[in-house]
T-cell receptor, first 116, second 111 residues
Framework: KAGVTQTPRYLIKTRGQQVTLSCSPISGHRSVSWYQQTPGQGLQFLFEYFSETQRNKGNFPGRFSGRQFSNSRSEMNVSTLELGDSALYLC???????????????FGEGSRLTVL | DAKTTQPPSMDCAEGRAANLPCNHSTISGNEYVYWYRQIHSQGPQYIIHGLKNNETNEMASLIITEDRKSSTLILPHATLRDTAVYYCIVSGEGTGNQFYFGTGTSLTVIP
């Protein structure tokens, strides 16, 4: 079956702009998580959505937001971009839900954002 | 917050078993141990997870000590394609999929 799909794969923005990244989970997966990966901070949890509701949120400023649609597809948005937002943004989907213990995450290939 | 401690790097000869240790001395009773790996420029890949019993799948074996304060991931016959960063993660029910990945162990398989 198709894996997790993230678009776009690469993008370049300038400071002050905003960006929207998209993630299509594996069919049947209702949980979508977002992670930021940078050389200095490693993989850091941004937020998780389950059934269109944000379930968990990491320690990121309010410029980072997300949402999930009824078909489980998710988007994340970063407003007022800063140089430090340059990173690989990874999306992961999972079958896990509130009634199921945390499970296996399936990651996409990521969206690499460069902020100039 | 870091819940696990792993060596920053390890080497392993191709064809030999790779044993990657992880210390999680503050693990609580309902927390699982997960292992993921990330090959350069790719998204992390799930390997295996366990609660208290040893686990084995087609990729690896997970050995958890009786007191659950440490574990070892075993790749039985390492290949060059196993060169990656390996992350040991502790996470419990109710925390969703909020995983703290830490810095992991960079495993290099040597021909």
């Amino acid at each position: 079956k198709a894996g997790v799909t993230q678009t776009p794969r690469y993008l370049i923005k300038t400071r002050g702009q905003q960006v929207t990244l998209s993630c299509s989970p594996i069919s049947g997966h209702r949980s979508v998580s977002w992670y930021q990966q940078t050389p200095g901070q490693g993989l850091q949890f941004l937020f998780e959505y389950f059934s269109e509701t944000q379930r968990n949120k990491g320690n990121f400023p309010g410029r980072f937001s997300g949402r999930q649609f009824s078909n489980s597809r998710s988007e994340m948005n970063v407003s007022t971009l800063e140089l430090g937002d340059s990173a690989l943004y990874l999306c992961a989907s999972s079958l896990a839900g509130p009634e199921i213990a945390t499970g296996e995450l399936f990651f996409g290939e990521g969206s690499r954002l460069t902020v100039l | 917050d870091a819940k696990t401690t792993q060596p920053p790097s390890m080497d392993c000869a191709e064809g030999r078993a790779a044993n990657l240790p992880c210390n999680h001395s503050t693990i609580s009773g309902n927390e699982y141990v997960y292992w993921y790996r990330q090959i350069h420029s790719q998204g992390p890949q799930y390997i295996i997870h366990g609660l208290k019993n040893n686990e084995t799948n087609e990729m690896a074996s997970l050995i958890i000590t009786e007191d659950r304060k440490s574990s070892t991931l075993i790749l039985p016959h390492a290949t060059l394609r196993d060169t990656a960063v390996y992350y040991c993660i502790v996470s419990g029910e109710g925390t969703g999929n909020q995983f703290y990945f830490g810095t992991g162990t960079s495993l290099t398989v040597i021909p």
